[in-house]
């Protein structure tokens, strides 16, 4: 059976419940379609000890404040599942959990959407898949020799199960250091954190709500024409968020130069020396979750979509939500992916 609507919303997290929240402000007939079985979209997935970069009311999707955690400056990660979930429930947004879509496709003057048995036509598509079902590992030689633990960071959950182990934690971004330096405070694994280039701290006062105005005037200067300010990656790539700060001004973490390769007990460093290692943590990024949108063939340089704010260039019907600055300033944060959502849905309802 083919079901008709207005507007196909392909995933349920942050971005997908945002355009939720559009969609019905400006009544429009509409589902959402999201892999996940339970409500809170990746963030039910995180590590136990993840917080945000900012304060809950910093933190919200447009029309609901999110409420203080009790005890928490920046709240932690189930208390924003909580969140999810009770904005979902707020708004009655249509979304159908444990639905993964597996094809869009073009069909005459509409999209059609394929998730297993079940097939949906609309005027328009937003693909909000996020990235954190597309972990990404580098081609680190030796990665298949080492015959200790590999995980990335999706499947770190806290300290305890790395207890009287050597680790190796890979990456010089916020999971990196946030992951390297929760494993040294607890102090039961012996850590080492390496990086490709020195590790470039923010400065200790700036949170999300700075990092949100940063993104945000970047674009603004760009789309007047004006000379890049550089954005938040001007400033560094580490967010000194509490357990950060304590880690390093107790001299816990401090950042080794990437080693040479692995090897099947450890590492092998650039000086030749060896260290030994248990497990490996590769906090080395994601990738866009497009292959659902692979039938649109619309891939461009370094695998990504073209497109003109959030809307795919090869496909007008298409929009893209919440992937990072490429989709909208800061889309891929709670804050700012409402104004993408908002302009993402104004121009759906301007199709024909």
């Known amino acids: 059976m083919t079901r008709r609507t207005d507007v196909v919303v392909v995933g349920g997290g942050q971005a997908g419940l945002a355009a939720g929240y559009h969609l019905r402000r400006r009544r429009l007939d509409f589902v959402l379609l999201d892999a996940e079985a339970g409500r809170g979209g990746s963030w039910q997935h995180m590590w136990d000890s993840l917080h945000l970069f900012s304060p809950a009311e910093h933190s919200s999707l447009p029309g609901r404040l999110m409420p203080a955690q009790a005890g928490e400056t920046y709240p932690g990660a189930g208390h924003v599942v909580d969140y999810l979930a009770d904005y ?6 249509p979304v159908q959990h444990g ?25 328009a598509v937003i693909s909000a898949t996020g990235t954190w079902s597309r972990p990404f590992l580098p081609a680190v030689p030796g990665r ?13 959950r806290g300290p305890a199960h790395f207890a009287g182990q050597r680790v190796v934690v890979v990456g010089g971004g916020n999971s990196g250091a946030q992951i390297a330096a929760d494993l040294a405070l607890d102090g039961r ?4 954190w390496v990086t490709r280039r020195p590790p470039r701290f923010l400065p200790d006062d700036i949170d999300g709500r700075a990092l949100f ?3 945000t005037a ?21 967010v000194a968020v509490p357990p950060v700060r304590a880690a390093r001004d107790a001299g816990l973490l401090s950042a080794k130069a990437m080693f040479a390769q692995l090897t099947a007990t450890g590492v092998r460093w650039a000086d030749g020396s060896r260290s030994d ?9 994601f990738r866009p979750a497009l292959a659902h949108l692979a039938p649109l063939n619309l891939r461009g340089p370094r695998g990504r979509i073209p497109t003109e704010g959030t809307r795919a260039l090869g496909e007008p019907r298409l929009h893209l939500l919440g992937y990072g600055d490429w989709t909208g300033p800061a889309s891929a944060t709670l804050i700012g ?3 993408t959502a908002r302009d993402a849905v104004h121009a759906i309802t301007r199709l024909a």
Do not use: K, M, P
């Open 218 to 238: 970047r674009r603004r200067a760009l789309d007047a024409g004006r000379t890049d300010t550089g954005g938040v990656a001007s400033l560094g790539d580490i």
């Open 337 to 339: 992916v409402g104004r």
């Open 277 to 285: 290692a248990d497990a490996v943590i590769w906090c080395t990024g």
């Open 213 to 215: 105005d940063v993104a």
């Open 189 to 192: 694994a012996e850590v080492t």
């Open 88 to 93: 979902e429930n707020r708004y009655d947004l």
């Open 144 to 156: 298949s020799a080492f015959t200790g633990r590999q995980l990335h960071t999706v499947n770190y």
């Open 99 to 123: 639905t993964r879509v597996d094809a869009v496709r073009r069909d005459a003057d509409r999209l059609l959407v394929e998730a297993g048995s079940s097939t949906w036509t609309a005027r």
